[in-house]
């Protein structure tokens, strides 16, 4: 079993920034595609962003273009997700998941606990 551990959230004023890591355990990372996804009340969770195991391709959810940066750093089992430009909307609790493949915006069956992210208007 897969141990993840999100980390990075607060509250932010709109148009703020803030950085998630999601650290990984066991040996197998550097060969996973990796995803961000997200939580609001009342609404189902969602895929935010993708990266392939080797960091070359990315994949991003509409409302995120050009706002959020997902990146991995393989040698230190961590996927990060830079986040700009923060809006009230973003407000969320944010997951890291390993993806069944690269594109496929689904998660397998491991979830950490997540990390807060408020963004106040």
């Known amino acids: 079993q897969v141990q993840l551990v999100e980390s990075g959230g607060g509250l932010v004023q709109a148009g703020g920034s803030l950085r998630l890591s999601c650290a990984a355990s066991?040996?197998?990372?550097?060969?996973?595609?990796m995803g961000w996804f997200r939580q609001a009340p009342g609404k189902e969770r969602e895929f935010v962003a993708g990266?392939?195991?080797?960091?070359?391709?990315?994949d991003y959810t509409d409302s995120v273009k050009g706002r959020f940066t997902i990146s991995r750093d393989n040698a230190k089992n961590t996927v990060y997700l830079q986040m700009n430009s923060l809006k009230p909307e973003d407000t969320a609790v944010y997951y890291c998941?390993?993806?069944?493949?690269?594109?496929?915006?689904?998660?397998?069956?491991?979830w950490g606990q997540g990390t807060q992210v408020t963004v106040s208007s």
């Open positions: 990266i392939s195991w080797s960091g070359g391709s990315t």
């Open positions: 998941n390993r993806l069944n493949t690269f594109g496929s915006r689904l998660p397998r069956n491991y």
């Open positions: 066991g040996s197998t990372f550097s060969s996973n595609a």
